[in-house]
């Protein structure tokens, strides 16, 4: 076998937490099985025979690159799977960038990874002839079959998959639950929040009581809506929209589509982040903050006491990190937020995080050989890989759903990283169930399973408005207004206003756009 190669750019990486999307493997757990090393070796798929293919990916990085020289997990890899594998690894900030490059250039990579998924980009570059339908290269698969038809559906253009999906949970990503200072609450003798008068009161005394000491306590942190480009005023709110009724970004109404700041649940919504903001309870760095690692670095500094996130950040990661300002700190993972008549919600995402893309410039007769790698690294198997490695070298066993390794293992584990390497995840609804430690993983699980029970469907999810591609900054001045009336500075009369204005003009069209795709799909 020829040396293999793997580019990875000199740049920072991303200051992301890697419990919330580690690179390319998926975070789930499966059965709860122990699979000992030798069985994790010997009941592998078998590899495809004949000479390896050579492929060249290039996929998103969070946090730190694997080892470039001797890595043991890409050798193991490459042998199990009958590769040889030449992957860039870039950092997540300067992806998009990278990405548009690598597909100007057109025959640079055999496999591209689209973070962005299902977006007007990519369904503009499928209509242009950019990739490959594989549509009919998945027929005979085993693993990627198992990808839920809704996902597919959330993926596909004019009906055929021309992206693979990477799995991610239904249920539960981005701004799924809120996660809070247990030990706080229990300094104060509070109950866990479930709803919105317990988590206002809670609030309320972390406002009061300032647990943090010196006046520094945030008792909660949201970021600016800039960071997903939203109509509202913040985003990592669904918890609280849906505790009032509110849809998911859309929702039909007798066949009319109706988006979420167009319903009365939507102003109660504002008006209770008004109140929250007028009383101190909300960080006023909020409105600036770009992105939810800011508001998670603010928590895991030991002064915010509730923020919003996913069961991923239940983990021993940030825990640990907290622990190092405040020993005594807990975290805790609210399900889900009730309001009156006991609304609540979570958000049913896409179910997916990024496609796999097979640029059209590659062979035809290669093709075939990249979907079966990737079925291959979505096995069972290969996610036992992604946890342990090469069995003794990385880690010992998976037991009960966790690494069992020694310290030197870990070590070479987080220097070799076996899970970038698996390329495409497993399907598994506990993929945000991240925790090594068994009770905390058990929680996670519980939360991902109670919040599967509340989901709200964005009928629109899948489509895109060619009218709102064309004006990116449709949403600039309802965002200012209505952050304007929640800090106190504007009359409910001016958000109406932009409203009005927006339903009237360029809405009508986004709405006509994204109504038209959904009829001709439901004929």
């Not at 647990?211 to 990592?236: E, L, R, Y």
């Not at 070799?416 to 905390?440: C, E, G, H, M, R």
């Amino acid at each position: 076998m020829k040396a293999k190669k793997m580019i990875v750019p000199v740049m920072a990486a991303a200051a992301l937490m890697s419990t919330a999307l580690a690179g390319c493997a998926g975070k789930e757990e499966s059965s709860g099985a122990t699979t000992q090393p030798t069985q994790a070796a010997s009941s592998q798929t078998a590899a495809p025979k004949g000479e390896p293919t050579s492929i060249k990916a290039m996929t998103i990085l969070f946090g730190n690159p694997p080892a470039t020289e001797n890595n043991k997990a890409l050798e193991d890899m490459e042998k199990r799977g009958n590769v040889k594998l030449n992957i860039t690894f870039v950092p997540s900030e300067a992806y998009k960038d990278k990405l548009s490059v690598a597909i100007s250039a057109g025959d640079s990579y055999d496999l591209l990874l689209l973070d962005g998924g299902k977006d007007d980009k990519f369904t503009n570059l499928v209509k242009m002839g950019a990739f490959h339908d594989l549509t009919p290269y998945l027929e005979n698969t085993k693993n990627l079959s198992l990808i839920q038809e809704e996902v597919w559906n959330n993926t596909k253009v004019q009906g055929k998959a021309y992206g693979i999906p990477r799995p991610r949970g239904l249920y539960g990503g981005g701004d799924g639950n809120f996660l809070i200072r247990k030990d706080w609450l229990d300094k104060y003798n509070l109950p866990l929040p479930t709803t919105l008068d317990e988590l206002t009161n809670a609030l309320t005394v972390f406002k009061e009581k300032d647990p943090a000491g010196g006046g520094k306590t945030i008792p909660m942190s949201i970021m600016g809506v800039d960071a997903v480009g939203g109509p509202g005023p913040f985003a990592g709110t669904n918890p609280l929209l849906f505790a009032f009724g509110g849809p998911n970004i859309w929702k039909l109404d007798n066949g009319k589509a109706v988006r979420d700041f167009q319903t009365p649940e939507y102003k109660s919504y504002l008006d209770w982040l008004k109140d929250t903001w007028s009383k101190g309870l909300i960080d006023k760095d909020s409105p600036v903050l770009k992105n939810q690692q800011q508001v998670r670095n603010k928590f895991l500094a030991g002064v915010l006491g509730v923020f919003s996130g996913n069961a991923s950040d239940l983990g021993e990661t940030n825990l640990d990190k907290l622990k190092q300002v405040d020993p005594n700190a807990e975290i805790a993972i609210i399900d889900s937020i009730e309001g009156a008549g006991g609304k609540k919600g979570v958000a049913v995402i896409g179910g997916y995080y990024g496609l796999w893309a097979i640029p059209s410039s590659v062979p035809k007769d290669k093709v075939q050989k990249i979907v079966d790698f990737l079925d291959f690294t979505a096995s069972e198997d290969n996610y036992v890989f992604s946890k342990i490695g090469v069995p003794g070298l990385h880690g010992t066993e998976f037991k009960d759903g966790v690494a069992v390794q020694t310290e030197e293992q870990k070590k070479q584990y987080d220097l070799d990283k076996p899970s970038q390497f698996v390329l495409q995840n497993k399907v598994d609804p506990y993929i945000y169930a991240t925790s090594k430690i068994p009770a905390i993983l058990q929680v996670q699980k519980a939360s991902l399973d109670a919040i599967s029970k509340i989901g709200i469907s964005n009928p629109f999810l899948s489509y895109n408005s060619q009218a709102a591609a064309k004006n990116p900054d449709s949403y600039k001045k309802m965002n200012a207004v209505m952050t304007k009336y929640v800090i106190g500075e504007t009359q409910w009369s001016e958000v109406q206003k932009e409203i009005d204005a927006w339903t009237n003009g360029l809405g009508a069209q986004i709405t006509k756009d994204l109504l038209d795709q959904y009829n001709e799909d439901h004929k």
